[in-house]
């Protein structure tokens, strides 16, 4: 079945800080890629998406790219802030056939810290 | 544009009795919704599909007469927990999508479940 991986966390950063979170996908067909943040005691906030290959999503300084080739949708900011301390989910949506179509599957979330 | 609402956005009940969880769409309809499950700082797992009007699909493993999924219009659903139980404490999510399952969804915000 479909399956997202996500590298594990936490990941804990200074401000101003390069960030990088690795995703990568197992799918059938070609799926929409998404990233998702949740904060503390919420639910979900699409943070942003990619629906074919090569398509960057970009939102709030952060951005990822859809790389057929090597099945990843890394999420990188060049600065991260204070504010931007969350769990980060990484998701796809099945568009082929399967037990996995029309449903999203989420990555197991890495929770980012970042420090003054 | 595209909000979702939970109520309540927390509860307490006692073990034994039924909780009812509400998801509505608030400015579009929502031909499909979703239902989430999250443990604490884990991931979410996909409960049960449904369509307005329709029965809902649970995912394997899910107790379909334990957890009930209503959608009976296009801006509210509702999951029932039956004979609540300590271990069905967790953190539910629901999401709508306007277009079908293939299309972008939504999230509310979560409802807390604590079964004492």
């Known amino acids: 079945g479909d399956s997202v991986t996500q590298m594990e966390g936490p990941v804990t950063l200074s401000e101003e800080a390069f960030l990088t979170i690795n995703c990568t996908y197992t799918a059938t067909g070609y799926p929409s890629l998404f990233w998702y943040v949740q904060y503390p005691g919420e639910g979900l906030q699409l943070l942003l998406k990619?629906?074919?290959?090569?398509d960057k999503g970009s939102n709030k300084g952060f951005e990822a790219t859809y790389r057929k080739e090597t099945t990843s949708f890394h999420l990188e900011k060049g600065s991260v802030q204070v504010s931007d301390s969350a769990v980060y989910f990484c998701?796809?949506?099945?568009?082929?056939?399967?037990?996995?179509?029309?449903?999203?599957?989420f990555g197991q979330g890495t929770i980012l810290t970042v420090h003054p | 544009g595209a909000v979702v609402s939970q109520h309540p956005s927390w509860v307490i009940c006692k073990s034994g009795t039924s909780v009812k969880i509400e998801c509505r769409s608030l400015?579009?309809?929502?031909?499909?919704m979703f239902w989430y499950r999250q443990f604490p700082k884990q991931s979410l797992m996909l409960m049960a599909t449904?369509?307005?009007?329709?029965?809902?699909?649970?995912e394997q493993g899910v107790e379909k007469d334990k957890f009930l999924i209503n959608h009976a219009s296009l801006t509210l659903s509702t999951l029932t927990v039956t004979s609540a139980h300590p271990e069905d404490s967790s953190f539910y999510i629901c999401s709508a999508a306007g277009g079908g399952f293939l299309y972008e969804q939504y999230f509310g915000p979560g409802t807390r479940l604590t079964v004492t």
């Open positions: 998701a796809l949506l099945a568009r082929a056939g399967g037990t996995s179509y029309g449903k999203l599957t």
């Open positions: 449904s369509n307005e009007g329709s029965k809902a699909t649970y």
């Open positions: 990619a629906t074919k290959a090569d």
């Open positions: 400015d579009f309809q929502a031909t499909t």
